[in-house]
């Protein structure tokens, strides 16, 4: 019996620790309730306050069905944390909305022309507006157009409108980075010399101009004009809006945000806080964070802002699933510093103002970090030990099984999934599109080991250029802008390559459509990936200068391999793959570990390619594609793909399989197979040029090799010993710019230029070198 009794008593407190802890929320509860279905709490921070106290238990906050209005970001620390779990989640799958806004209650008068006013109350301000659970257009020039590909609307004259704004104090300026590579942001903050005053610039970490006419400006009551449009006037406290017809403001909803980040899980490495995860919530109305997006993220062309409506900061085993991010101004989710096992699954994100999902490991777990293109470390100054300095990174995280799109809506260097200082992240099952750049980034090479596979990702690179629906960089510890140096310094010492880049990147089973640059683009130094079972619907491959890339059975539908610049002994690997045009090499003379036993479109490409002393075993055919119509690319037993290696792979497991998701998400347009046969003639060498040769820039993937702002330009291709040219210190690979003030549309342009400054002993010309400008003075005598 005593023995029956002690069993009985270790069952019960079994049951004791396991059991839940519940504590119900409504919006029509009260904080001081007891916490259960029939006497809810009220808020959710207040039903946090009360979770994190029950030492040891796992607790269960359930959100009744409304809007959660938050007045501050609610912070969960490891160190206030003694629950062993914590759940927060939607009540019975009610529709429950975590606003980073306010209701606002408003008494409207009319102003003029259509247009009301309202006083709001002291001390607010904001820069998202909802109307009705819309979000309207903030005052701009030019007026929003949901057809304009690029801010929803340009105009190359916006920064001149704003200078004659009577107070212009706090409007901004919105633009394209002069090369396309992704925005810059800017608050107005005066007028000088009838120019306005700029503050910002700082969200890209490639400085440069501004596009010359993708710009717009907005925040100013003188643009006030079209129907959706609003103003605030913090100091004078008044609202303005230009109502759509059919809105009745004495019943509209108005609502504004007030908050960047909604729910903050705070912890460190040593002390992380554990096991919290959110369900079926949808985050709304969050602010936008442009102006704080500058941090630098090592040497890729990022800089972030470490914040979303949930941000997990030294967490583990935590979750986020079935939960929407919709309208918000800035990142939807954000992963920073140390981050292990977590995951993030079954979410909906969507028009969101930054990236939709964000690794950021912290820059001091780097080991000779450098923080813009043109630095780098010297070799006798670099740390040689391999790997990272600490653990303060997101390590073995998952983002799968989710659908994101319409995503970097205001800001243009965003994407679906962003990786950078991280290790083991796997992206897996998630339809992503309509993206101003990558669909999938990944910052750098620190530290490897992530698996990108079965992703949707299409519709990318829509209003930026050079660049891919995948993209990475690896300017690691190995890598340096001046590419003579680089060269030579990886030749002896080789080992270099993957002191940062120390887990191999896996991409497979994707299906990637890029129709404004590459399918999969491997950009400056990338390296240690393994590429294979992927669908290129249209950009096909780019592989810039890089070691140890190994791509194999891939499919390029219209299109082919694109190296880049590549090293010599590489180590590079590209076989087994069907390509359906001649390949696009730049500067590439060492060809890698091996690239061959491909299957090329015709015999035209093959001899092109071989010609180069590759793919002795590669052959020319038809595919034999069972139904490329409809998107299977399965070739038939008797294709001669088989012949040379190629294994099919599945057609119909891209993308998010969770019904839901599943039956909203889009489908790429599946292109018809091009079947006329491409020329593949040599062209001219080049133009006769001062003792050299020069040729126009002519393709995509020429004004990528050599960092142009467009595809204009001489290219020099090679300078004669003692010549004029090489007297004026410019080698082969530069390109020509401008040439006595004026821009170079061509190499033949360039000959017109000379021609007209017949006379001159030299003429100053601003030359493209290593992706780096500079001004030499040419001698023409």
Not at 50 to 63: D, N
Not at 152 to 171: I, Q
Not at 252 to 258: G, L, M, P, T, V
Not at 757 to 767: F, R
């Amino acid at each position: 019996m005593k023995q029956l009794f002690l069993i009985c008593c270790a069952l019960l407190m079994m049951q004791q620790v396991n059991a839940q802890i519940f504590y119900h929320v409504s919006p029509s509860g009260n904080d001081t309730h007891a916490g259960n279905e029939a006497h809810p709490m009220k808020t959710l921070p207040g039903a946090v306050a009360r979770a994190v106290k029950q030492k040891g238990q796992q607790v269960v906050i359930l959100l009744h069905q409304g809007t959660y209005y938050l007045e501050k970001q609610i912070t969960l620390k490891a160190t206030d944390m003694t629950c062993k779990s914590l759940e927060i989640s939607a009540f019975n799958n009610g529709k429950v909305f975590i606003s980073a806004g306010r209701p606002l209650s408003l008494k409207w008068k009319p102003y003029k022309n259509g247009i009301f006013a309202a006083t709001v109350p002291a001390g607010i301000s904001f820069e998202r507006l909802y109307v009705n659970g819309q979000l309207q257009v903030l005052a701009r020039y030019p007026n929003y157009d949901p057809a304009a590909k690029v801010f929803h609307g340009t105009a190359a004259d916006a920064v001149e409108r704003a200078a004659k704004w009577e107070h212009p104090e706090n409007g901004y300026v919105h633009a394209i980075h002069a090369y396309d590579w992704g925005g810059f942001h800017y608050r107005i903050t005066g007028i000088k010399n009838g120019q306005p005053i700029l503050e910002g610039g700082w969200q890209n970490n490639r400085p440069n101009k501004m596009h010359a006419t993708l710009r717009f400006v907005e925040n100013n009551l003188q643009e006030l004009d079209t129907v959706g449009e609003w103003y605030l006037d913090s100091k004078a406290r008044m609202l303005y809006y230009y109502p759509p017809a059919g809105v009745s403001l004495a019943d509209a909803r108005i609502e504004a945000s007030r908050l960047r980040n909604s729910i903050v899980l705070k912890g460190t490495a040593s002390e992380p806080v554990r096991n919290v995860s959110l369900k079926g919530l949808q985050f709304i109305h969050n602010e936008r964070s442009f102006m704080d997006t500058k941090e630098q993220l090592l040497r890729s062309d990022w800089t972030i802002y470490r914040g979303g409506a949930v941000l997990f900061d030294g967490t583990e085993n935590c979750s986020i699933s079935n939960c929407e991010f919709a309208g918000l101004g800035g990142n939807a989710i954000m992963l920073s510093n140390y981050n292990y096992h977590d995951s993030i699954s079954s979410c909906y994100i969507h028009d969101i103002g930054a990236s939709a999902v964000c690794f950021i490991g912290d820059l001091k777990a780097v080991r000779s970090p450098n923080f813009r293109y043109e630095e780098f470390t010297p070799y006798n100054q670099l740390d040689k030990t391999p790997g990272p300095r600490s653990n303060n990174y997101p390590q073995e995280c998952i983002v799968t099984n989710s659908l994101i799109h319409h995503v970097g809506e205001i800001e243009k260097q965003a994407t679906g999934v962003e990786i950078s200082v991280s290790s083991g992240i796997t992206v897996s099952h998630n339809s992503i599109y309509h993206t101003p750049r990558a669909g999938l980034n990944i910052g750098d090479g620190c530290f490897g080991g992530h698996v990108l596979e079965y992703n949707d990702v299409f519709n990318t690179v829509q209003e930026t250029g050079d660049h891919g629906a995948f993209n990475s960089w690896g300017r690691d510890r190995y890598w340096a802008p001046d590419r003579g140096y680089m060269d030579s310094i990886v030749a002896a010492h080789p080992e270099l390559v993957k002191l940062d880049a120390i887990r191999p990147v896996i991409i497979r089973n994707n299906r990637f459509r890029c129709d404004h640059g590459w399918d999969i683009d491997l950009d400056d130094g990338s390296s240690n990936h393994q590429i294979y079972n992927n669908v290129c619907l249209n950009g096909g491959l780019k592989l810039r200068e890089g070691f140890n890339r190994v791509v194999k059975n891939n499919i390029m539908i219209n299109n082919s391999f694109h190296p880049h610049v590549w090293f010599t002994n590489s180590q590079d690997v590209f076989e087994n793959n069907i390509v359906m045009r001649k390949y696009f090499p730049i500067q590439v003379k060492d060809w890698g570990h091996q690239v061959d036993s491909n299957l090329f479109p015709d015999e035209a490409a093959l001899e092109l390619a071989r010609s180069n002393g590759t793919d002795a075993h590669s052959i020319a055919g038809d595919p034999q594609f069972l139904h490329p119509d409809k998107g299977d690319y399965t070739v038939s037993p008797n294709s001669p793909a088989l012949r040379i290696g190629f294994k099919n792979f599945a057609m119909d497991s891209f993308g998010v399989q969770e019904p839901g998701l599943k039956a909203i998400a889009l489908q790429p347009v599946i292109p018809a197979l091009v079947t006329d046969k491409p020329q593949h003639a040599q062209k001219p060498a080049g133009l006769p040029f001062l003792g050299g040769m020069v040729k126009p820039v002519e393709s995509m993937e020429e004004r990528s090799a050599y960092g142009l702002q467009d595809e204009s330009g001489a290219i020099v291709v090679s300078v004669q010993e003692n010549s004029l040219l090489a007297g004026s210190e410019i080698r082969a690979k530069d390109v020509i710019c401008m040439a006595n003030g004026v821009k170079v549309a061509s190499a033949k342009h360039l000959l017109e230029i000379l021609q007209a400054v017949k006379g001159k002993e030299k003429i100053p010309v601003e030359i493209m070198r290593n992706q780096q400008k500079q001004v030499v003075q040419v001698r023409l005598k």
